[in-house]
């Protein structure tokens, strides 16, 4: 039994194990000496960004204190203040985190398929280091799309969309702005840090923040700032270098934001065609965890099947969503 680290089970990538065609999983002429892992990351949004932090204990509280804070002026030197209507106030808040059990599991033929297989008994590290990327790849679109109550579809795992809300439904409890059907542009990212209150905007500085935008949107805007006769186009188009910034701000590829979202506000009523993006601080983001993270092997009772199996306990939170804004109702297309 052992206790992977949160980069071995977070900070990876993955896929679901499906059906496999055998051909292609036992010896047979010549092939090539290792298998060809199509288990990708595409953990580079969300989940890598956020902070690992372990819960003890039934959940992890963000405990806020704020104020209201009045001020009198212009009174005589003997007047008295106004009673409660001059008072300012102490404002105690807060948000919880609360860890949801996840498992993965994938059961294996113990006896011909080990010794068959072109990578022999080191087939098994090969699938433990698979379920490692699925983990990572699937908490990645729970933090994108999940709503806790909400209905998991068909093609996932019993509640895996419905447990635990994921950034993208808890950002809905911050700063909205109705993008009413535009395209990414620069007035939809001038307004959404516009939406930020000035507070915590003049908090932190803009490097800090971030845009988590869906990848290809990013590769669109890139296209079409491209077009642009400056050397930004050129760096653009023909380079890896830099990332877009809209304001002096990052905008980070997140693959799991979805595209066919509902409309909302404005625009509800109309077709699953939208989708949103969330400007937040990553310092501000959370992912808890149980420390008794586990990933172990075992045979079943005759021996015949190997079993490897994850179980952990994690959620997601803000630890404070008054400065995290969300622009909605986006079509996922581009212009100025």
């Known amino acids: ?160 969309l419905s447990t635990i809300d994921g950034f993208g439904e808890l950002a809905g409890s911050g700063a909205a702005y109705d993008h009413g059907g535009g395209y990414y542009n620069t007035l939809m990212f001038r307004r959404l840090v516009q939406a930020i209150p000035l507070k915590w905007r003049n908090a932190y500085p803009r490097d800090q923040w971030k845009f988590f935008v869906q990848a290809d949107a990013i590769i669109m805007l890139q296209d079409l700032f491209a077009q642009r006769a400056t050397p930004l186009g050129d760096t653009l188009i023909q380079t890896e270098e830099g990332n877009l910034k809209m304001f002096g701000i990052e905008l980070v590829p997140v693959y799991y934001i979805p595209t066919n979202v509902s409309g909302s506000l404005t625009m509800t009523g109309s077709s699953d065609e939208y989708t949103w993006v969330m400007l937040a601080r990553p310092d501000n983001m959370y992912l808890g965890y149980r420390p008794e993270m586990q990933l172990f092997t075992h045979p079943n009772e005759e021996g015949n099947i190997l079993n490897i199996s994850m179980w952990a306990e994690w959620a997601a939170q803000f630890a404070n969503v008054d400065e995290v804004a969300m622009a909605v109702n986006v079509t996922h297309n581009v212009n100025y």
Do not use: W
Request: aromatic letters at 6%; glycine letters at 8%; a negative charge.
């Open 1 to 160: 039994m052992t206790t992977p680290s949160m980069e071995f089970l977070v900070g990876k990538a993955t896929a679901q194990a499906t059906t496999a065609d055998t051909a292609y999983s036992t010896l047979n002429g010549t092939q090539a000496s290792s298998f060809f892992r199509k288990v990708r990351n595409l953990t580079s949004g969300l989940t890598q960004r956020a902070q690992m932090v372990p819960v003890v204990g039934t959940h992890m509280d963000f405990n806020h204190v704020d104020s209201t804070p009045l001020m009198a002026m212009g009174l005589a030197e003997t007047a008295l203040m106004a009673g409660t209507a001059d008072e300012s106030a102490v404002v105690f808040s807060g948000r919880r985190l609360t860890p949801a059990s996840c498992r993965m599991f994938i059961p294996i033929a113990q006896h011909r398929f080990l010794k068959t297989n072109i990578e022999g008994e080191q087939v098994v590290n090969t699938i433990i280091d698979l379920l490692a990327q699925d983990f990572a790849n699937l908490s990645e679109e729970v933090c994108c799309t999940s709503v806790a109550g909400g209905t998991t579809g068909a093609g996932y795992g019993t509640g895996m």
